[in-house]
Each structure stands twice: as structure tokens, then as C-alpha cells.
């Protein structure tokens, strides 16, 4: 949340800025219109809300002390899917 109202003040000081430059191009609305800049900030803040709060809040569902399957079946691996490197360093497995 903190970036994207960073974001937010940075993009509406770059906008301001940029207004003499870009108001030809605008048919409708002045370089400095309150209301655009405030709907499409307040936007950009819920969505950013939105994408942080529902999987947090589906975090806080699971069950932590339900172990992950692999944990349980060390041998259910796939076939062909580990891969290890000659030194050992790289590994890649089903689970």
C-alpha cells in the first residue's frame, strides 16, 4: 500500500507537471481536472488494496497444521521430473 500511494502523489506531481505539455491532446477535460485525478487515484489505491487483501485473507483460511502432501509421501514423486545438476547444486522435484 505504501508504494502505491507513493506512486499515486509521484504520478499526480508528474502529471501536473506534464499538464501544459499534454492539454492540447485532452477534448473534454482540463490538464488539471480534480475529479479524473481523484477517481482514478482512489481506482489504483482499491485495486492495490483488493490485490493485497484477498490472498492475505485467504492465507489466514488454511490450516497450518494440515502438512503439505509431500511432506507426508516423500516417494510420490513424478517420474522424469527431478532434475539435478552434476554438482548437486540445481534441483527441481514434483513436490
Known sequence: MTLSVLGVIIGVAASFAAAPLLA???YGVTPHDGLTLLLVSSLLI???FL???IPAR???LID???????ATLPDARVPGIDIVHQSGVLSAMAC
Open 24 to 26: 492540447e491532446f485532452l
Open 46 to 48: 482499491a485495486v492495490t
Open 51 to 53: 490485490a493485497s487483501y
Open 58 to 60: 485467504h492465507a489466514t
Open 64 to 70: 497450518r497444521s494440515t502438512p503439505l502432501p509431500c
